[in-house]
């Protein structure tokens, strides 16, 4: 019992690491409810939500002429799917275990696992959500929905992009956590709901004068939404946003993330979650 195996080659190596991830998205997954499936629904039901209430919105507040000329649930949905992606994986890979959570005494643990299974776990769920609100929707309401999105994997591609992006700024919130828990998780928290708004979601970003422009641009998250537009729409041609800029950021913040994490683990104590 006091002996321990060592892979004895590269491949069953990344084997023996894919399989701690997949378990640990497994567990990731079932963190919200015992039930994996009612995990899953709850937040498919927060995404119908989420866009029944923005679609009341418009139509009550008179709203709907602002929007891309086409469907107007599209619209609104590359905004909600693409926000809670960001969202929801940010919040994921900033809550996730740290080096002095009790998950790291287990041998085959670490932290770079920890990281990996939150954001799978997080993009699993919510393209399982967009698939079963986009079946509904194309089955019950609009036979036609598919034939409509000009660019399926272009909108896929952004919201894949949106997923990184929300893991980068997640790994730099990560990093920096363990040093200070409370204000760190009161940013983090600020952080998500200003993109409520800061994520331009509810205006289209090329009817924004150049003095309302500089307030959102520097989101990723902005421009990832505004060019899923462009790939929804064939008559909508962003030319305010640029999905390059949301890469590259986020390459950056990743790398800032890693770094900063890796220090982190490197002056790890045990005494860290006491303060928590």
């Not at 499936?37 to 498919?44: D, E, P, S």
Request: charged share 10%; proline share 4%.
């Amino acid at each position: 019992m006091f002996q321990t195996t060592r892979p004895k080659s590269n491949l069953q190596s990344a084997v023996n690491i894919a399989e701690l991830i997949y378990h640990n998205a497994v567990r990731s997954v079932r963190k919200a409810h015992g039930n994996a499936v009612m995990a899953i629904f709850m937040n498919l039901l927060q995404t119908i939500i989420f866009v029944l209430a923005f679609f009341a919105m418009f139509s009550i507040m008179g709203m709907r002429g602002n929007a891309v000329r086409g469907d107007f649930l599209i619209y609104i949905m590359t905004g909600i799917f693409l926000y809670m992606t960001f969202s929801k994986t940010l919040g994921a890979v900033a809550g996730s275990e740290g080096p002095a959570s009790p998950m790291m005494q287990h041998a085959p643990m670490n932290t770079a696992i920890a990281i990996i299974s939150a954001m799978l776990s997080t993009l699993y769920i919510q393209v399982l959500s967009l698939i079963c609100i986009l079946f509904v929707y194309d089955v019950a309401f609009n036979p036609f929905v598919m034939t409509e999105i000009h660019d399926p994997m272009g909108c896929l591609g952004m919201l894949i992009l949106s997923w990184f992006s929300g893991a980068s700024i997640g790994m730099v919130f990560l990093a920096a956590k363990p040093w200070a828990p409370t204000p760190i998780s009161i940013i983090s928290t600020i952080f998500q709901r200003a993109n409520m708004i800061a994520s331009g979601k509810m205006f289209v970003a090329n009817t924004l004068p150049g003095y309302m422009l500089v307030m959102f641009d520097w989101n990723p998250l902005f421009h990832t939404i505004d060019q899923s537009r462009g790939y929804a729409f064939a008559n909508y041609n962003p030319r305010n946003s640029s999905w390059e800029y949301a890469f590259y950021v986020s390459i950056v913040l990743l790398m800032i993330g890693l770094m900063g994490e890796f220090y982190t683990r490197k002056h790890a104590s045990a005494s860290w979650s006491a303060r928590r």
